[in-house]
């Protein structure tokens, strides 16, 4: 074998990688052969000095102990940002709730309006003057002039007292009474066996198209007119008490 065949083997024959044949063929020439000897020397100098632990870099314990910390903040910053998200999604979730729940009670709380629970105290107040015939009236009287003077002194304001259609809805009289924790006047007016009740109360600003409505049984007719809110309410029937409710705004708007 001539010398450029056993250089292309050295790497073989150093690494112990040739079979028997080719590393004798290998092993007789370098004995005869310097170039050839160096050369396998050299290439054992070289992976022997690769083997060499004084090549490798060894950091410091100083510089293991702050590139671990690196590390591990990186991973901490990862989970914390992780648990972060979760915390916010939690709290997301109750502000989320708390609205849930707040609408719901708002939505509750909400049930009758104002309207309503003057609706109600209009309708308890009618009962009540139906079970407690003598305290149905403080002034009798079918005289609209004998009933408006009487309220005079008593109230903050001057119910319209008026008699409308004589013959179909006579006055029965007039008595204080209260709406709404407020002093009001309870008109009283009869049709056929039918007891009438007509609150007036004082509330600025409530102009507005007279609503007919049925509550517990009472239609209940409302209306507005010059700062006054009107309640009629009885057990007669809507059509009555509508013809009732417009025979009295008609006298309201013609005697103010
Ligand atoms: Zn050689």
Redesign the pocket.
């Given at each position: 074998m001539g010398?450029e065949e056993?250089r292309e083997l050295i790497d073989g024959y150093a690494d112990r990688e040739l079979d028997l044949v080719s590393s004798l063929s290998v092993e007789r020439?370098m004995r005869v052969?310097d170039?050839?000897n160096r050369a396998h020397h050299n290439l054992q100098a070289l992976r022997s000095l690769m083997h060499d632990e004084s090549l490798y870099f060894r950091p410091s314990a100083g510089l293991r102990k702050h590139i671990r910390s690196a590390l591990r903040a990186d991973v901490k910053i990862e989970r914390n940002m992780r648990l972060a998200s979760w915390r916010w999604l939690a709290a997301a979730a109750s502000v989320a709730l708390v609205v849930i729940a707040s609408l719901t009670l708002v939505q509750r709380t909400k049930g009758p309006s104002a309207e309503d629970l003057l609706a109600q105290e209009v309708v308890s107040n009618h009962v009540r003057s139906l079970m407690e015939p003598h305290h149905a009236v403080d002034v009798p009287s079918s005289d609209q002039h004998t009933v408006k003077p009487w309220f005079n002194g008593k109230l903050d304001f001057s119910p319209p007292v008026e008699n409308p259609a004589d013959q179909e809805f006579p006055l029965v009289g007039g008595r204080l009474d209260y709406l709404g924790s407020r002093t009001v006047a309870a008109l009283v007016y009869q049709r056929r066996a039918h007891v009438i009740n007509l609150f007036v109360t004082e509330r600025a600003n409530d102009q507005r198209g007279a609503t007919m409505e049925t509550v517990q049984g009472f239609n209940v007719r409302h209306w507005g007119e010059s700062g006054l809110s009107l309640w009629a309410i009885s057990d007669l029937n809507a059509e009555e008490l509508e013809d009732f409710g417009r025979k009295f705004e008609a006298a309201q708007r013609g005697g103010a």
């Open positions: 010398c056993i020439h052969c170039v050839c």
